[in-house]
Nanobody, 123 residues
Framework: QAQLIVSGGGLVQAGGSLRLSCAAS????????MGWFRRAPGKEREFVAA????????YSADSVKGRFTISRDYAKKTSYLQMNSLKPEDTALYFC????????????????WGQGTQVTVSS
């Protein structure tokens, strides 16, 4: 059983940056991947980015490519989402999650979810 604790988020102006962190607890934590999802007001949850835990390869949604970077600290069991050049349309509740199987773009692959953190980008 793993618990994911999310930190970061907040209010930022368009063009600004934020970093989200997702720390996992559990001695046997070894997911297939860790991912970030978001849910904007009135919209469905969408995939943002994922990192394969073992190899460190990453995959991002087209909407955030070139602006968001996912990384991980293997020893600290922590995933990060660095968000640069933020836009008002990035405003959403952001979630991190841990998957035990593919596909990393599907929320159905994720078994553990952290609490959401609000990111608000003002224009």
């Amino acid at each position: 059983q793993a618990q994911l604790i999310v930190s970061g988020g907040g209010l930022v102006q368009a063009g600004g940056s934020l970093r989200l962190s997702c720390a996992a607890s559990g001695n046997t934590f070894s997911p297939y991947a860790m991912g970030w999802f978001r849910r904007a007001p009135g919209k469905e949850r969408e995939f943002v980015a994922a990192i394969y835990w073992s190899g460190g390869s990453t995959y991002s949604a087209d909407s955030v490519k070139g602006r968001f970077t996912i990384s991980r600290d293997y020893a600290k069991k922590t995933s990060y989402l660095q968000m640069n050049s933020l836009k008002p349309e990035d405003t959403a509740l952001y979630f991190c999650a841990a998957a035990r199987r593919p596909p990393v773009v599907s929320a159905e692959a994720y078994d553990y979810w952290g609490q959401g953190t609000q990111v608000t980008v003002s224009s």
